[in-house]
């Protein structure tokens, strides 16, 4: 391998690498970040106003606050030097009282002279301290003596000492006159109008994101085949938009299943008086056995008919209520212990869920039909929690091949094998109950049984 082969492999490794952190650090952030808009929005304001709030503090602080703490703890140590000159230029005041009388009127300080010992240690300085890296910088460019400075023992007054040569000088100072002491003032007003900003954004932000809400909740009513009739299009311009173009496309599809229902309806009403003259026909004909086999076929046409229709016309034109699942349940397996069959049911969790009442029971019956037909022993089960209602039919026959169990929801599909979900009839009843079970926004899953055959399971939101 050449040297530009094993540098360009080098450079793709790197690359790869450099890839692989990205996205590690990218599913890191998504993982902090919110999914809801609202919340989304609120970050989208609120980060902003921290960082600009932070700039603006920090420049403050640093601008302001150090440019003034300097110029006035520059002034408080260019009155103790003078005091110092004064000191050491006239030695005849023995007892400073005129030093002490000038320095308290004229320059609004208190000065004592101590002995020359008396010069505490120096102690530990108070962290992100302006005050006392300002004033030692001061005293030691204008007065470059031995000092010692208290700023945190009196919370109104900052103690300096200065060693001479004979004596301790003590000063006390107003911390006004070396520090810009108005930060509390800045610091609520900042906070103040920060919070009065994110309430009032958190106020119109609710009500633009409210809109939004009603739509996603008229769309999923919606898809699970209920109403909301209070739903009207509201909020920015955007959200009507969406909302109008919403209502226009479940007027189209309600619409286009008005006009399915009519048509098949005539079609229904015309085939079945054809074979109401076919059956008066053949009731005219007597009796033979070619006359009862034509009547057998007559009546399997009726029958496929209907089975036809039902399934091209679906649920329409029922509204969903509240439904006592228990009790539908046990009318189930009251229908197949008539039929000779021995079923079990158990319902778990608050029993009543929203649903159209006529066709669901039709769903679950044509699994129950489905599972009678090839098994002696059927188990019924219902589950309800927060979020779903779930029914588990199982039995006890062939079942279905694994590959063969999407296959088995066509229209017209018969299976030959063991397991023939429609024997003797059109192939629609599990193409019914999955269309019935998805208008409400569910689905049907085939699996595998405990008790060795079929497992179909409901799931619809509730």
């Known amino acids: 391998m050449s040297t530009l082969d094993t540098g360009l492999t080098l450079i793709r490794s790197a690359a790869g690498r450099v890839s692989a952190a990205n996205e590690?650090?990218?599913?890191?952030?998504?993982?902090?970040?919110?999914?809801?808009?609202?919340?989304?929005?609120?970050?989208?304001?609120?980060?902003?106003?921290?960082?600009?709030?932070?700039?603006?503090?920090?420049?403050?602080?640093?601008?302001?606050?150090?440019?003034?703490?300097?110029?006035?703890?520059?002034?408080?140590?260019?009155?103790?030097?003078?005091?110092?000159?004064?000191?050491?230029?006239?030695?005849?005041?023995?007892?400073?009282?005129?030093?002490?009388?000038?320095?308290?009127?004229?320059?609004?300080?208190?000065?004592?002279?101590?002995?020359?010992?008396?010069?505490?240690?120096?102690?530990?300085?108070?962290?992100?301290?302006?005050?006392d890296q300002s004033l030692s910088a001061q005293i030691g460019r204008q007065i470059g003596r031995p000092f010692w400075i208290d700023t945190v023992g009196n919370s109104n007054l900052v103690e300096i000492r200065i060693q001479l040569n004979d004596a301790v000088m003590r000063v006390f100072a107003l911390r006004s006159a070396a520090y810009a002491s108005n930060?509390?003032?800045?610091?609520?007003?900042?906070?103040?109008?920060?919070?009065?900003?994110?309430?009032?954004?958190?106020l119109f932000l609710r009500n633009q994101i409210r809109p939004i809400l009603r739509l996603a909740d008229a769309a999923e009513s919606f898809g699970k085949g209920r109403e909301a009739p209070n739903f009207r299009p509201r909020g920015a311009r955007e959200v009507r938009r969406a909302a109008h173009a919403f209502l226009e496309m479940k007027a189209r599809i309600e619409r286009t299943m008005e006009q399915r229902t009519a048509m098949l309806a005539g079609v229904s009403h015309d085939l079945r008086t054809i074979l109401t003259r076919f059956k008066l026909e053949l009731a005219l004909l007597g009796d033979s056995p070619e006359i009862d086999a034509m009547r057998k076929d007559v009546d399997e046409m009726s029958m496929m008919l209907e089975d036809y229709l039902a399934f091209a016309r679906g649920d329409t034109g029922e509204n969903a209520q509240p439904t006592d699942m228990a009790m539908a349940l046990e009318d189930l397996r009251s229908d197949a212990e008539r039929n000779g069959h021995s079923a079990t049911v158990a319902f778990h969790g608050l029993p009543v869920v929203t649903v159209k009442p006529a066709s669901f029971k039709r769903c679950l019956a044509n699994l129950v039909s489905n599972a009678a037909r090839h098994a002696n022993t059927i188990s019924i089960t219902g589950h309800r929690d927060h979020r779903y209602l779930s029914v588990t039919i199982d039995d006890d026959g062939p079942g279905i091949p694994a590959n063969m169990r999407e296959e088995v929801f066509k229209p017209f599909l018969r299976l030959d094998g063991a397991r023939n979900q429609d024997e003797g009839g059109t192939g629609l009843g599990l193409a019914i109950a999955r269309d019935i079970a998805r208008s409400h926004g569910g689905d049907i899953m085939l699996g595998d049984s405990p008790m060795g055959g079929l497992r179909a399971t409901v799931r619809v939101p509730v």
């Open 24 to 131: 590690r650090l990218s599913a890191t952030f998504r993982g902090w970040m919110p999914t809801g808009l609202y919340a989304r929005a609120l970050l989208i304001m609120i980060v902003p106003m921290v960082v600009l709030q932070s700039v603006v503090a920090f420049v403050f602080m640093e601008r302001h606050w150090n440019t003034v703490t300097r110029h006035l703890s520059a002034a408080v140590v260019q009155d103790i030097a003078a005091l110092i000159d004064v000191y050491k230029g006239y030695p005849q005041d023995k007892d400073r009282a005129q030093l002490r009388r000038i320095a308290q009127q004229r320059l609004g300080l208190v000065v004592d002279f101590l002995p020359v010992g008396d010069m505490p240690a120096p102690g530990p300085k108070p962290f992100f301290s302006l005050l």
């Open 183 to 202: 930060s509390e003032i800045f610091l609520f007003w900042m906070v103040g109008t920060s919070s009065i900003l994110l309430i009032v954004a958190v």
